[in-house]
Nanobody
Framework: QVQLVESGGGLVQAGGSLRLSCAASTIFSINAMGWYRQAPGKQRELVATIASAGSTNYADSVKGRTTASRDNAKNTVYLQMNDLKPEDTAVYYC??????????????WGQGTQVTVSS
């Protein structure tokens, strides 16, 4: 009924760039979408969020290097990451807040995509 599929992760050298994509398959309307990441031994942390109208919010650690965008017609959110650093290494997860009923919003998560930045 609801599926979020991330793609675009991989291995990149420090200073390089990656573009992550997350496509949502759903019959429900989508409110905000976002990206989180989790490094080994650490808690999952916010990377960026993007509202349905396009306003964005970024973690301080990625601000200036990262751009979130979305294509509402395709139910897809993107994360362009530039000037990547080894500390950006993590599994990146996208999420989507879906309006599943009148007044009811539920958050769904993708399965994650690995980003590894070598020094």
């Amino acid at each position: 009924q609801v599926q979020l599929v991330e793609s675009g992760g991989g291995l990149v050298q420090a200073g390089g760039s990656l573009r992550l994509s997350c496509a949502a398959s759903t019959i429900f309307s989508i409110n905000a979408m976002g990206w989180y990441r989790q490094a080994p031994g650490k808690q999952r942390e916010l990377v960026a969020t993007i509202a349905s109208a396009g306003s964005t919010n970024y973690a301080d650690s990625v601000k200036g290097r990262t751009t979130a965008s979305r294509d509402n017609a395709k139910n897809t959110v993107y994360l362009q990451m530039n000037d990547l650093k080894p500390e950006d290494t993590a599994v990146y997860y996208c999420n989507a807040d879906l309006r599943v009923s009148a007044g009811g919003i539920r958050r769904y998560w993708g399965q994650g995509t690995q980003v590894t930045v070598s020094s």
